[in-house]
């Protein structure tokens, strides 16, 4: 017998070759809470069958859960028996009914998995394996059960009661002690599914309702769910549901399935949203907006999220996933459809320009750190640890790749036949791929690399002129990641043109070329003048690509290509060039990226939005991501600096940019949205010229805002500052929204991301700040997440950024692992950082693998960060 004091606890890996079809189906399940929040009864019936010829017993997963009683078609059971924390029943037939009974204790589940507490309400969130914390299942994605479900509770404290499906029936309880007060309701949902789309939510809630008519004539009765102060604050996500019901139908032909369609928002909640079958949950700060409250960012990630939960009606529940290995066969897919989505409402370039920048901030360096995985992984220890950056967002881009090989009339039908083909059951990758394979008529072979290879690809790309000629070397190779150290050629789309380097003109039409060599050539004929390169247009492929283009070539790109990314990128490489430059001499010439600067932000042409984006600089951590030791305080001069230098040179152009910018009136559409945006950066860009009226203006528009994003963009100015106004702002933002905790959370935030040098000391009063817990995931990002993502403060050379998040993240790690272990990867990033802070790094990351009764979360995550 293993001595449990010296079984060393080396949690379980679960490998993707080890799969294998379920033992048991479950086509039906009945499910009877007895709602309490310190004791819910929770009855489960299960109909079982046996899948094929075998003898093996019936294991339902559970997690701290203990039966208190085992049925056997009506009888009590005898010999089952508990493996670990799963229930195992020997069974004899070929189909069999189940019944058990547990307690659980919603109050007590600071996990914020399976059944739990928030603001007074029960609610639930299940995937990836909280189902198991309710009741004893088969808990993964490819058991399909058809759902019905009875909740009783408290009427005065629950009065709404919800579930997966339609209403079915509903009533107060009668007589005796057990009928007081107490009333009760039943959902069925008629599309089988797995136990991660099971929610249920019972609570003191009020509904925006709405009506939407689906493409074949079904009304769908719609609410958004919260508390009743927050009604006013739920319209613009009931829009986007719209919007969103009407695009599917419109753009993949998918249309809803149900009678009714809710949403509840919570304010405990684990990441964004879910997409349970018929009622989403989600974080209310993807919910609730109003101009006081809200930014345009947050309105624009309203709709995206609302938009995505409600994509994954298609892409993710009728067609589900295998395993959680395909996670990204959803996630991938539902984030090209969100993406897409809002690209549609309102300026494409704009949309993908934030999509790319998002993508190099969280994808890129966890593709080239410690933890980076292929898009379908081949092993995990803990699968909440790979609700990633690269499943979601690289999972993305390998869909948009397969759409720009495909073009949009094979990608459409190539998603026809994967919805039609794979409805109503658990799919894979490989199924997905297969459908885009044969719709499209191509061979994605070697394309099927993104899938199983990690790493970002990088591509060299140099132009040569001879005569009348030039000729494109093109060279590719993917880094070793781990447990990956060899790697093949990928398959990389790269859209590209050349330009005429002296009148600007096209000099041929944009080309896809599909590199799949470790190198190739490509020659250009007939030049009439030297040729600038514009390539890897709109993002084609998600790499890195290094050209041998001058700074004046960036320069005339950002003027004159005619694809907007390119502008932008081109912009981009040349403030990182000089960025970079002058990191490692230490000295900055300016003057390229002034001009260019100067043009984008004087060219009437531009769509304001757009000129904001391009004209902010990298930031820190992105210039970090190019060095081969990040220097954090010389990237830091070497930006002030540079912003310094824009903001004087360009005074009279910021100026005249943030007048012209003056919004009249909240607005919420694309081009009061760009004017705003400019605003905020030209305030930015004047407060780093050091102008003496900076803190006056900021101080202004902070007073006199009549929405969100001017209040939030003059704080974050001031915070950044010294001036006395800094203070008076910060108290004032605090009095006005100390009971609003969706602000607040921008409060903490706001000052966790300050770029002044005290900001790691500040950080670490705020968390004994009486407004802060670490008990709602929000405000616990909102200041740990914000500040190790702050390049220069976290890695204050003393190591106290290290010592603080270590220590939060260990305490967080008791209450909700899921939380702590996503806020591990900044302390991940030693081995990019100089000996000292690396050995301060690694030292906190081996302190929190020796913390006892770490939960796997965290110990997947730091000790793999380790390596
Ligand atoms: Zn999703």
């Known amino acids: 017998m293993a001595d449990a004091r010296i079984a060393p606890q080396t949690p379980q890996i679960i490998r993707r070759e080890d799969y294998r079809a379920p033992d048991w189906f479950v086509p039906e399940i009945a ?61 004899t037939g070929e189909s069999h009914t189940i019944e058990t009974v547990v307690t659980i204790a919603p109050e007590r589940n600071t996990q914020l998995q399976g059944l739990y507490a928030s603001s007074g309400m029960l609610c639930t969130q299940c995937e990836a394996e909280g189902f198991r914390r309710i009741t004893f299942f088969p808990d993964r994605p490819d058991v ?19 579930a997966n499906g339609d209403p079915i029936a509903q009533g107060d309880c009668e007589g005796g002690d057990a009928g007081d007060g107490r009333h009760w309701a039943e959902w069925h949902d008629p599309f089988p599914k797995p136990s991660y789309l099971f929610a249920l939510v019972a609570g003191d809630l009020v509904a925006n309702k709405g009506h939407f008519t689906t493409m074949s004539g079904r009304k769908v009765d719609l609410g958004i769910w919260v508390r009743e102060a927050d009604l006013p604050k739920t319209d613009h996500a009931l829009h986007a549901l719209k919007l969103s019901m009407a695009w599917d139908e419109s753009v993949y032909g998918r249309e809803y399935d149900l009678d009714v369609f809710n949403i509840v928002a919570v304010d405990d909640f684990n990441f964004g949203a879910m997409e349970n079958k018929g009622l989403n949950v989600f974080n209310s700060r993807y919910i609730l907006a109003d101009p006081d409250t809200a930014t345009d960012y947050d309105y624009d990630a309203i709709a995206a999220v609302v938009a995505h939960e409600y994509f994954h009606n298609w892409s993710g529940n009728r067609v589900t996933c295998r395993d959680w290995f395909q996670l990204s066969l959803k996630e991938g897919f539902t984030v090209f459809r969100d993406q897409s989505f809002s690209g549609d409402q309102g300026s494409k370039a704009v949309k993908r320009i934030e999509d790319v920048r998002g993508l190099r901030a969280s994808q890129f360096p966890e593709d080239s750190g410690p933890l980076a995985h292929p898009v379908r992984p081949d092993e995990y220890i803990e699968i909440s640890n790979f609700y990633t950056a690269t499943i979601y ?37 490989e199924d997905f791929v297969r459908c885009m394979e044969e719709a499209g008529g191509v061979d994605l072979t070697q394309f099927r690399r993104w899938y199983s290879q990690a790493g970002t690809p990088r591509v060299s790309a140099n132009l040569t002129q001879e005569g009348g000629k ?15 150290p060899v790697k093949e050629p990928m398959v990389l789309p790269l859209k590209l043109k050349l330009f005429g380097g002296v009148t600007g003109r096209p000099m041929c039409d944009e080309q896809l070329v599909l590199l799949k060599d470790a190198a190739q050539e490509i020659v250009f004929e007939n030049l009439s003048e030297t040729p600038v390169l514009s390539i890897n247009r709109g993002f084609s492929a998600p790499v890195i690509v290094e050209t041998n283009r001058t700074a004046k070539d960036l320069a005339f790109l950002s003027a004159h290509d005619d694809d907007p990314f390119a502008r932008y990128e081109a912009m981009q490489q040349l403030m990182l060039d000089t960025l970079v430059a002058a990191v490692t001499s230490g000295k900055g010439e300016h003057g390229a990226v002034i001009e260019a600067v100067r043009n984008t932000l004087t060219d009437a042409s531009l769509d304001q939005a757009f000129i904001a ?41 910021w100026r005249a940019a943030y007048d012209g910018a003056q919004a009249n009136r909240f607005e919420y559409s694309p081009a009061a949205k760009g004017a705003r945006r400019v605003k905020t950066v030209a305030l930015g860009y004047i407060a780093a010229s050091g102008a003496a009226d900076a803190a006056e203006l900021a101080f202004g528009q902070f007073e006199a805002a009549d929405n969100m994003t001017d209040r939030q963009g003059a704080l974050t100015t001031l915070v950044n500052g010294n001036s006395e106004k800094r203070t008076e702002a910060l108290e004032s933002f605090y009095q006005r929204y100390q009971s609003n905790f969706l602000v607040l959370d921008k409060w903490f935030q706001t000052q966790a991301l300050s770029s002044r040098d005290d900001t790691a000391q500040a950080v670490e009063a705020l968390a004994n700040h009486k407004d802060f817990t670490l008990a709602n995931p929000n405000r616990a990002r909102a200041l740990i997440g914000a500040f190790s993502v702050n390049q220069r403060a976290f890695h204050d050379v003393s190591g106290r950024g290290y010592r603080f998040v270590a220590d939060q993240l260990i305490a967080l790690d008791r209450l909700n692992p899921q939380t702590a272990a996503k806020l591990v990867p900044p302390l991940g990033r030693w081995k990019r950082f100089d000996a000292g802070r690396a ?21 997947e995550q730091a000790s793999k960060s380790l390596d």
């Open 31 to 91: 499910l009877d809470f007895d709602l309490d929040p310190t004791a819910t009864r929770v009855q489960a019936t299960l109909k079982v069958e046996r899948n094929g010829a075998h003898d093996r017993p019936l294991v339902l997963n559970g997690d701290a859960l203990a039966a208190e009683s085992v049925l056997v078609d009506g009888v009590e059971a005898q010999g089952w028996t508990m493996d670990g924390p799963d229930l195992v029943i020997p069974l």
């Open 144 to 162: 399909l059960s058809k759902y019905k479900v009875r909740m009783t509770g408290d009427k005065a404290r629950f009065p709404v009661l919800l």
């Open 393 to 429: 967002n690289k999972g993305a881009e390998v869909i948009r790749m397969m759409s720009t090989i495909l073009g949009p009339q094979k990608f459409r039908a190539a998603t026809d036949l994967y919805f039609d083909r794979f409805d109503g059951t658990a799919a894979t990758c």
């Open 470 to 484: 030039a000729r494109l070397k093109l060279a590719q190779s993917v880094p070793p990641t781990p447990g990956q």
């Open 613 to 653: 984006e391009a004209v902010l600089l990298p930031s820190d951590s992105f210039i970090g991501d190019q060095m081969g030791v990040v220097d954090p305080d010389a990237i830091f001069a070497a930006r002030e600096a540079l912003r310094g230098d824009l903001g004087k040179a360009l005074n009279a152009e």
């Open 839 to 859: 050995a301060k790094m690694r030292a906190e990351l081996e302190r929190i693998v020796a913390t006892p009764g770490l939960s796997k979360d965290m110990f």
